[in-house]
């Protein structure tokens, strides 16, 4: 017997005599064995998680602490799906999709994880740098944070790849990663708690629990809005489009397509069984539900504290509260005055703002214009403008000191983007090999990985101009949006496939509760997919998703998998 069967053996063991000792003990061994639900949220706890979290805050302020945690439950329900048949079966998912479900499926399900890796890299790269050059090491040249981050993540997938000793240093430097993320912006909110100012912990308890008033404005933002008198609908809209994309972007980022990829190959590269399916299910609401939970949570308080409904320092006055003269970041100022070129338009029409200050012979002109705004108008536009990493470290600053602030924030901000870069990397190796036929352990798994870290590098260097590197994460995350129904919609249709699992598929009222909890996580991802096409407002991105969408639930209809015999279904239902 192998070292990796002893060791599965072990494991084993380890888990029948904790059953037999009580739950007490099955919790402490399950503890212990848990890995691939640490895979889950070192990818879960990136850039996407941090941009929706920050600015949750900002717009939403302390009234959406529950949508995230909501997410991620329906989520874990559908990666805890996912699980019970890769257990249960012991077959490659994208084999047991092509061939017991439809081949469209399974190709649209890894070409989409394929092409979520490389887009949502970019921003990872980006906080990641931003992290670097802004908060830890001001003045580093930002192509040389981005090159380093590269090598780092690469030297660390090679480890992965030499066996299983370089797997356990791998999860066990995931677990110090992801602790570091929650540790640093927990120790953020701790300082706040205990500042002059103090933490509203009644109403930021109170955002925990689901409300329907999510699509309005909240109610701080609205009495800014009122003062602005006729324009109070041109600054509305300049919430609610943010703010629904950021919605968006907080519950894509919580599970998306590529996670849902991860989690059945992280399970058979450990040989789990079905014996470890309570494990599996342990795994993921520790490791995955936990930390992620912690960590938005923070993020969202700290950003609703410093940002939700404050102007930002130095826009509207060259000093701040404690009579400083602040120094505002370029791509704010820039941010400010994009907002307030928008309301000149709303009210002079394009047409007409062209002519007066379209050339470069009228930026004098331009700035006046800007200047003489209505105040309400320009603390609006100063409320409104986004924020980077920069900015909530830079917030932080009268509680712990500059030094501080900046370091632990950067620390947060750049194990975040490390942890989640090396996990991208890793699921795009997954998938090529899977697309390839090739072994997970040859160069095909190390291509696959580098194809997704370049397209993260090259992308946040060159194919985002914007100032705000957090606000990458929103464009990104719509368009994972976009692909989640059509790994939720494969699960489902393998929980109830009784020539996939055979004698393992649920029955009576564990049946139902499984499908009860599915419909319910499908239908949130369906409406989530939707609105993330709609909200492009662009007729020609629109018609492209929905149909795309349309197409392939059609498509994976007409082209199903043919039946196979009795005997190919005994045999492939007992494996495993």
């Keep these: 017997m192998s070292t990796g069967e002893d060791r599965l053996e072990q494991e084993r063991e380890i888990i029948t005599t904790a059953k037999a000792m009580g739950p007490l003990q099955t919790i402490k061994a399950y503890t212990s064995l848990s890995g691939p639900g640490w895979l889950q949220g070192a990818i879960t706890l990136g850039g996407g998680s941090l941009g929706g979290s920050l600015y949750l805050g900002v717009l939403l302020g302390y009234g959406s602490m529950w949508l995230q945690p909501m997410a991620m439950i329906l989520g874990i329900v559908m990666l805890a799906a996912i699980s019970y048949v890769t257990l249960s079966t012991g077959r490659r998912p994208f084999e047991a999709i092509n061939s017991e479900i439809s081949p469209v499926l399974g190709w649209s399900w890894l070409i989409g994880t394929m092409m979520a890796n490389m887009v949502w890299c970019m921003p990872q790269f980006a906080l990641g740098s931003g992290a670097l050059v802004q908060n830890l090491f001001p003045g580093m040249n930002e192509r040389f944070a981005v090159a380093a981050l590269f090598l780092l993540s690469t030297m660390v997938i090679w480890s992965y790849n030499s066996g299983s000793k370089g797997i356990k240093i791998f999860e066990v430097l995931l677990k110090v990663l992801v602790g570091v993320v929650v540790i640093s912006f927990f120790a953020v909110v701790l300082r706040m708690t205990f500042s002059k100012e103090g933490l509203p912990w009644g109403e930021i308890l109170a955002g925990f629990i689901p409300n329907m008033n999510f699509m309005g404005v909240s109610p701080r933002l609205e009495s800014s809005i009122a003062e602005t008198g006729q324009f109070a609908e041109f600054w509305r809209s300049q919430i609610m489009n943010p703010q629904v994309a950021t ?79 602040v120094k505002v970041a370029g791509g704010i100022q820039s941010g400010v005055n994009g907002l307030l070129d928008a309301r000149l338009k709303a009210e002079l029409g394009d047409d007409e703002f062209a002519a007066k200050y379209g050339s470069e012979d009228n930026k004098e002109a331009l700035q006046a214009a800007r200047d003489a705004l209505p105040e309400a108008d320009r603390k609006m536009a100063a409320v409104l403008v986004k924020r980077d990493n920069q900015q909530l470290a830079g917030a932080l600053e ?179």
């Design 247 to 325: 919605m968006v972007t907080a519950t894509a980022t919580a599970v998306g397509i590529n996670m849902t990829f991860l989690m059945p190959y992280s399970l058979l590269r450990k040989k789990w069984d079905r014996d470890f399916r309570g494990l599996a299910i342990f795994d993921l609401s520790t490791g995955l539900f936990v930390p992620y939970l912690l960590a938005t949570s923070c993020v969202v308080i700290a950003a609703a504290s410093a940002f939700h409904g404050r102007p930002e320092a130095g826009i509207l006055s060259p000093t701040n509260e404690a009579g400083e003269i």
């Design 398 to 576: 009268t509680l712990s000191g500059k030094t501080v602030a900046h370091v632990v924030f950067g620390i947060g901000v750049l194990a975040m983007a490390v942890s989640t870069i090396i996990i991208l990397m890793l699921i795009n190796g997954f998938a090529l090999c899977e697309a390839t036929g090739a072994d997970p352990t040859s160069n095909t798994f190390r291509v696959g990985c580098i194809i997704a870290g370049l397209s993260g590098a090259f992308g946040s260097m060159f194919l985002w101009t914007g100032n705000a590197k957090a606000w990458l994460v929103v464009p990104t995350s719509m368009f994972g949006a976009a692909l989640l129904p059509i790994a939720y919609v494969t699960f489902f249709c393998m929980m109830n496939s009784r020539r996939l699992l055979g004698k393992d598929m649920p029955s009576g009222a564990n049946r139902l509760k499984w499908n009860v909890l599915m419909v319910v996580a499908l239908c949130f991802a369906i409406t989530v997919s939707l609105v993330s096409i709609y909200v492009t407002n662009d007729f020609t991105k629109q018609a492209v998703g929905f149909g795309a969408l349309a197409g392939i639930l059609v498509l994976s209809f007409i082209f199903r998998a043919k039946p196979q015999s009795a005997a190919a279904v005994d045999s492939t239902t007992s494996a495993g």
